[in-house]
């Protein structure tokens, strides 16, 4: 009995250790998608192929979003049920922080140099 | 192998399963998105002050981007070496574990001393932290990224002499993996450098 015991301990242990089962082709789906995300960026800058700056930004930011994407699912393996949902919630908690941080202090300095420093604006 | 350890080894378990084996892999993640704030607080910074040059170059007149690419190459190719580091240990194979991990060590060692050039030439032609806001600021966001990949790099080797010590062991796996979150996560920070920093500041 006690047999049987440690062996369902032993395999329950393994699932739970190694929850995040990666396969050969989920890395090279990451890895084939990463490079063309990382390839079209940078050639749309070298090769200034938009003539507006606002434009190749936007895009490339997208691009940016995408493969950040990619690589949570293909390499970090994140999904809504690893470690009880407790991966992606945190996850979720700090993109929301990093929103606020990001964003917030760029608006905040952006108009404090309007409103403060007309002149030195470009 | 471990199989049979196990068997063996009633006891053993037993007090291993009261230590909550996930437990570490989901601290380290928290550890992880911990250190996602630090890097967004030195993002924001280097976005206030990216046009603050205080009469010194430009990102457009410093950056090297085809340097910038090799770079991005390096750590893309480091990370999908990882991954089949991470195949061979699922497969229970020590020395296609360490082979990968070896690999990706020289790819993470060529990334750093692309960096590490790319910063000595830019101290060298006067472009130091100290010349302008914007410099402070690029040198602490990247500087601080590469400080990460040292800490993985030392940390990667310290589990090769792990591995050929005691073998694919529970904890050297659980290494593993908490290494491998480490090592794909500067891969995602890289992302948002070379487009924020790199490509971006290569524009104006």
């Known amino acids: ?122 | 192998m471990s199989q049979s350890v196990a068997v063996n080894s009633n006891l053993d378990f037993v007090v291993r399963d009261h230590h909550a084996p996930n437990g570490t892999l989901l601290g380290f993640w928290l550890y992880l998105m911990s250190d996602c704030l630090v890097f967004a607080a030195l993002f924001a910074t280097y976005g206030v002050l990216s046009q603050s040059y205080a009469g010194g170059p430009t990102g457009a007149e410093l950056f090297d981007l085809p340097l910038v690419a090799l770079n991005t190459a390096f750590l893309l190719f480091s990370s999908i070496t990882y991954g089949f580091a991470m195949l061979q240990m699922q497969q229970g194979k020590k020395h296609g574990t360490m082979i990968w991990l070896g690999i990706t060590g020289l790819f993470g060692a060529a990334f750093l001393a692309v960096e590490l050039y790319e910063f000595y030439h830019l101290i060298h032609i006067g472009a130091g932290p100290q010349r302008s806001a914007f410099l402070s600021s690029f040198f602490a966001l990247v500087g601080t990224h590469g400080l990460h990949v040292m800490i993985g790099l030392i940390w990667l080797v310290t589990l090769l002499f792990q591995l050929s010590k005691h073998g694919l062991i529970q904890e050297n796996r659980r290494r593993l993996f908490c290494l491998s979150m480490f090592w794909h996560f500067l891969d995602v920070i890289w992302i948002g450098v070379f487009t924020f920093v790199y490509l971006m500041g290569s524009m104006t």
């Open chain 1, 1 to 122: 009995m006690s047999d049987v015991h440690t062996h369902d301990n032993h395999a329950e242990h393994h699932h739970h250790e190694e929850a995040p089962h990666a396969s050969f082709s989920g890395y090279m789906i990451g890895f084939l998608a990463s490079v063309f995300l990382t390839a079209i960026p940078f050639w749309l800058v070298m090769g200034g192929v938009f003539e507006s700056k606002a434009t190749t930004s936007l895009i490339i930011l997208a691009f940016a979003a995408v493969q950040i994407v990619v690589h949570m699912v293909y390499f970090l393996h994140m999904n809504f049920h690893s470690e009880g949902g407790w991966n992606m919630l945190s996850l979720l908690f700090t993109a929301v922080l990093l929103f606020i941080t990001l964003f917030g202090s760029l608006w905040v300095m952006y108009n404090m140099n309007v409103n403060m420093m007309p002149g030195m604006m470009q």
